[in-house]
Structure formats: C-alpha cells, structure tokens
C-alpha cells in the first residue's frame, strides 16, 4: 500500500538516530555500537555508564622464592622513609599494565630471620628512592628469630610502560637477614617461601 511505503520511508530517516529506537543488525539484534561507547571484545561488558570496560582482574603476576640468602644490609628501624639502597633485595615483580586507570595492589609475605635488632621489610616501586610502604617484625633479639613480614600496597596505573616492584629487607641494626630460613639453614625442608603477588583490577 502506498502510506505502507510512504511509513517505511519516513521511519528509515529515524532509526538509529539520537532519542530514537536503535537500528537491528541483520540478525535481529542491536548494534553494539549503538549500546555503548569504547572498542568491543569479547574481554569486555557493558557497564552502567554505558562504556564498554574490561571485567573484573586484568592480570595476576606473581614473584615467590624458597632460596635460603642472608644479607647484611641494614635497613634502618626509624622515622625516615626507608630508602632504595637500605637493606638487600629479595623479591621482584614487573609488569605492563592493560589499561591506563587500573587499580594495582601488590602484597608481599616475606618470610625470614634476624640475629640482631629488628626485622624490618620495604616495597618499592623501582623508579622510585623511597619505599612506598614498609613494616617491622616485633621485638629486638640476642640471638636468631624467624618471623613473618606482610606488605600491601594499592594504586591506580598512570602509564602502560613496564613498572617493577621490588621487595628489600634488612636488619635495623648490624647484623645479618636471612630469607627463609634461620642462622643460614633452611626451615621445614627448605618448604617455607615468600611471595610478593602483583594483582591487576580492570
């Protein structure tokens, strides 16, 4: 019928324009072009401000050791920011992050000793002199005492460049750090380890 044709016509001018109904595909559905902004993958969803966006972690990198190493390096137990050449490093990680404003949380367990003063452990982001978070086992010692030392540390990703954390550890006083183990002997059949886990949310 002529107003058949006269309707289709019109509605042709309208469809997929803003404030109007979505154009349908050629099988049925609607364009995901027209759902939301941003480049679509099967690795992304569609989100409630109607972008399109990576789902949940993006990558998990992890960094662990068994390795009994003893270092003498003292990492001050102070009120100064430990610095990137106090105490000795252990644990690393690198990685290249997937997207510009990702959240990164990066966790350390290091397991370890001190014969002397305080256990204390730092993370750094590697471009940096100062450490980013650092903590301290409790108590001062005369002989060896193991202990277990926990980092975290969370930020947002300003580049997609490859970034390196690193974990150092030390003595706060002369004496010597061993890493997983005790007076340079490994403990429970050199099974204890520590960690250092780089955890990247889209």
Do not use: C, H
């Amino acid at each position: 019928m002529p107003r058949d044709s006269e309707f289709a016509s019109t509605l042709a001018n309208y469809v997929g324009q803003s404030s109007y109904a979505a154009g349908l595909d050629a099988v049925g559905l609607v364009p995901t072009a027209q759902l939301a902004t941003g480049a679509t993958t099967t690795a992304v969803f569609l989100r409630g401000d109607r972008t399109w966006a990576s789902a949940g972690i993006a990558q998990v990198v992890v960094g662990a050791s068994t390795t009994v190493v003893t270092g003498t390096t003292v990492l001050p137990y102070d009120n100064t920011p430990p610095q990137i050449t106090e105490g000795d490093q252990y644990l690393a990680v690198s990685y290249a992050s997937k997207a510009i404003g990702n959240t990164v949380v990066v966790e350390a367990e290091i397991n370890g000793s001190r014969n002397a003063g305080i256990g204390v452990a730092a993370l750094y982001d590697a471009a940096s002199t100062s450490a980013v978070t650092a903590t301290r086992a409790d108590g001062n010692v005369a002989g060896g005492v193991s202990f277990l030392l926990r980092l975290m540390y969370n930020t947002v990703t300003a580049t997609t460049a490859t970034q390196t954390y690193v974990v150092r550890a030390g003595p706060s006083s002369a004496g010597t750090f061993t890493l997983n183990g005790e007076g340079g002997a490994g403990l429970f059949g050199n099974a204890v380890r520590s960690t250092i886990v780089l955890t990247e949310f889209a």
